[in-house]
């Protein structure tokens, strides 16, 4: 085993176990912060796959941005993680229903994808700088990448101005 698989074997089941605990935390706030370990684990097997541009994407929006404002929201919002609330409710068992199908659905695909060298084609070597061209060019990917961002700023106001207004009538 060469070093490279052990890392991808320690990331992936770190990332595992933390994405189990996502879904498994009887805090909210806890399962946010496992939320950022599964997001740091996936970003490490970016790395290993020598995808640093998606690697970094992952920690500064996913981990910096969309986990922060996730954070704030929890914090910010009284109540919602009341342990005394009943976690399971009547489409609980519809949902692992599905859960599992997709499980077996991945599965089959996963099981029947040729992994040969042949099947997987090689990027481009500019593919970074198009990428990067094409998020900041006007007539492709600028917009809704600005709309994103304007989109999570109002979100975050609007959580603020919520919990405020909350703390004000108490």
Known sequence: MTAQQFFFLLFSFVTLIAALRVVTAGNLFHAA???????????AL?????????????VLLYI????????FAVM?????????EKRL??????????????MIILAQVIGTFPWGGSALAEAPADSIATLG?????????????????V????????????ARARGEGE
């Open 33 to 43: 912060l496992w939320l950022i370990a599964t997001l740091a684990g996936v970003a």
């Open 46 to 58: 970016f790395v290993l796959l020598e995808a640093g541009l998606l690697a970094a994407v992952q």
């Open 64 to 71: 910096g941005a969309i986990s922060i404002l996730i954070i």
């Open 76 to 84: 910010l919002t009284r109540g919602v993680a009341d342990p005394r």
């Open 89 to 102: 409710n009547s489409w609980s068992g519809l949902g692992a229903v599905a859960a599992i199908v997709m």
């Open 133 to 149: 061209k094409a998020l900041v060019d006007p007539a492709q990917f600028v917009l809704p990448f600005e709309v994103i961002s």
């Open 151 to 162: 989109l999570l700023l109002v979100a975050l106001i609007g959580s603020v101005y919520v």
